[in-house]
C-alpha cells in the first residue's frame, strides 16, 4: 500500500484537512436523527407559524404583507442558522472533550473554521430548501419572487451569520462554558434592530442609526424595495458587503485574541470537565 505524503503547508494538505472537519461533522450528524430533526423542526414551526399569520392578514386585504412576512421568514431562518450552526459545531467539540485533541493536530486555527463554515452551509441549505419548498407547497410563495439579488442577499446573511457565530464562539473562550448562552443568542440581540419583519424607519430614530450599521438591515430594507416591484438597491447591497467584510475581519481578530487567551491560561484542557 502506497501512502501519499503531502507537503503540510500546500493548498492539498490545507484542503484534506479542511475536508476532514466537514466529514467528521458529517458523519456525527448522519448518526444521530435527533440532529436531523433539530435542523427543521424550528424553522417549520416558525414558517408554518408565520404562514398562518399570513393567511390570516390575507383575508384582511394586505397582500404584499403575506410576501414581506414570508420571505423575511426565510431569511431570518437563514441568518439565525448561520450563526448557531457554527457555534454549535464548536460546541459539540466542547461536549464531546475533543477540542483539545483538534487544537494539538495538525489542523491550523483558520482551516478548522474554514470546515466548521462549510458544514453550516450545507445544513443552512439544507433547512431552507426544506423551508422554500414548504413555503411553496403551502403557501404559494416562490423564494425566486425576491429576484436576482436573492443569491447576494443570502451571502451577506451567511457571512453576518457566521460573524455572529464567531463572537460566540470567542465568548466561550474567554468567559469559559458559561458564556454558551451568547453563542445561542446574540442573533435574537440583531433581531429587532435589523426591521425583519418592520420597515427599519418604525424604530425611534437613535435605534435606527443603530440600525444602519448592520448589514442585516440592508438586505431586509433591500429585499421590501425588490417584492414592491423596485430595481434591486445595489447600494443597499454594496453597504452590507462593505460592513460584513469589516465585521467580519474584527471577528477573526476577536476569535485569534480569545484562542491565545484560551491557551496561555490552560482553558482547553478544562472545557467539558
Known sequence: MTTLTLPPLSLAARRMRVMGVVRRDFAALRRSSIRVFEILFWPTVELVLWGFMTLFLQTQRVPFVVSFLLGAVLLWQLLQKASNEISIAFLEDI???NL???QVSPLSSVEYLIGLMLFSLGKVAFAVAIMAALAFGLYGF???SIGVGLVPFMGVLLVLGWS???????????????AQVIAWS?????????????PVSVLPAPLQAVSWFLPASHVFEGMRTVMAGGALPWDRLAWAAALNVGYLAATLGLFAWALKYARR??????FGD
Open 95 to 97: 461536549w464531546s472533550r
Open 100 to 102: 483539545l485533541n483538534v
Open 164 to 178: 455572529l457565530g464567531l463572537v460566540g464562539i470567542a465568548a466561550v473562550l474567554r468567559f469559559g462554558e458559561n
Open 142 to 144: 416562490g423564494v425566486t
Open 265 to 270: 491560561h490552560g482553558k482547553l484542557s478544562r
Open 186 to 198: 446574540l442573533v435574537f440581540v440583531v433581531q429587532p434592530l435589523a426591521g425583519i419583519f418592520y
